[in-house]
């Protein structure tokens, strides 16, 4: 065999092996047969709910997020804790993860147990209702392969150190994501998400409130900004509902916006304010503030990414019943 032939023939070898089996055995036809219509009937139930709840969006981007990092893709933040055992969407971290989010995915499942029973995973669900709702708000479409199984394990202490938090500094952050196959620039596009959504003022009052002098305490926040939050944020004790938007500029807009606005000061949580500060993720901000089709197309690619995050298919896992409980 000539060189180039063994080479190609090699290559090949590789590629098929660096695609792992739960990965390819995901399809864009997986309900062709068995719930042709599951598509429309998603896009139909989550259209209503975001039209009547337009914090449906955020709600069910973050729970996607929560759902595939800790553990893979498998609903299992969807599931309700029981006298025994205390599941994913009651650790600590969790709790602030908005109804409105679970509300779109037991909608969905509804509709579509009736349409066809105990055929569609709650897993493809959350993923495939994610990328609508994204769509719907203005960001980009990308494909979703379904297959996905339902998770039969939920525990609220399997959690730790899988999700990021805000005041993680950005070597943990970054460390988290790359634990899931995430490169910088990657893990910078996914948080683009901040374009939407809100931020509760417990997770910014120590930015804002501990030192008078905030702008010294933390640089990075325009002071204007800073007081703004401060008088939008003064009740929170009293009221721990209140909340602020991600994105001051343009909130319900999925655009570039939240990234123009990092060099200008106006992230609302520390670590949107660290990707601009550090300079390993600084060139990725600047690059998206720049231009908005390269940060749609970053997003897209990572979005699908981490829909493939630990995917359990074929005979593991099942498909659940009911989304908030195994069967
Ligand atoms: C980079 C590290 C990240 C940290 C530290 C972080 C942390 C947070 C925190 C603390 C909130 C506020 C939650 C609340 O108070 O209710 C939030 C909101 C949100 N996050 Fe992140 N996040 C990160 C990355 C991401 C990524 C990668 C995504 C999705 C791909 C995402 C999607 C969202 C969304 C959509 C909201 C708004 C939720 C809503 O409106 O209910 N975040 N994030």
Do not use: W
């Not at 719907?136 to 150190?161: C, F, L, N, Q, W």
């Not at 640089?219 to 939008?232: D, E, M, T, V």
């Not at 938007?245 to 000061?265: A, C, E, R, S, V």
């Not at 520390?270 to 089709?293: C, H, I, M, Q, W």
Request: net charge neutral.
């Amino acid at each position: 065999m000539e060189g180039a032939t063994v080479l190609a023939l090699f290559l090949a070898v590789v590629s098929l092996l660096l695609v792992s089996p739960s990965e390819s055995r995901l399809s864009l036809d997986y309900y062709q047969r068995t719930c042709p219509q599951f598509e429309k009937i998603i896009q139909e139930t989550i259209s209503n709910k975001q039209i009547t709840s337009p914090t449906a969006a955020g709600a069910t981007l973050r729970l996607f997020l929560h759902d595939c990092l800790a553990n893979g893709c498998d609903a299992s933040v969807l599931v309700s804790s029981t006298f025994f055992n205390k599941a994913e969407r009651d650790a600590d971290i969790n709790l602030s993860l908005p109804g409105d989010g679970f509300d779109a995915i037991v909608r969905a499942k509804t509709a579509l147990e009736l349409a066809c029973p105990n055929t569609v995973s709650c897993a493809d669900i959350l993923a495939v209702s994610t990328r609508d709702l994204v769509t719907m708000v203005g960001g980009p479409h990308y494909t979703v392969y379904y297959g996905r199984k339902d998770g039969r394990v939920s525990k609220a202490s399997a959690i730790e150190g899988h999700l990021p938090k805000p005041t993680m500094s950005m070597s943990q952050i970054i460390e988290i994501f790359a634990a899931k196959g995430f490169s910088v620039r990657e893990m910078v596009a996914l948080s683009g998400a901040h374009t939407i959504g809100f931020s509760h003022c417990s997770e910014i009052s120590n930015d804002i409130y501990n030192n008078s002098k905030f702008s010294q305490y933390d640089p990075q926040y325009n002071p204007r900004f800073a007081s703004g939050l401060q008088r939008a944020c003064g009740d929170y004790k009293k009221n721990p509902t209140l909340s602020v938007f991600n994105d001051i500029m343009t909130p319900n807009k999925f655009d570039n916006m939240y990234f123009q606005n990092l060099p200008k000061g106006l992230g609302v949580l520390k670590s949107d304010r660290g990707l601009y500060s550090d300079p390993r993720t600084r060139p990725f901000v600047e690059e998206f503030a720049a231009d908005e089709n390269k940060f749609f197309q970053a997003f897209a690619q990572a979005m699908q990414k981490l829909s493939l995050v630990g995917v359990q298919t074929g005979r593991k896992g099942e498909i659940r019943r009911r989304c908030d409980q195994i069967n």
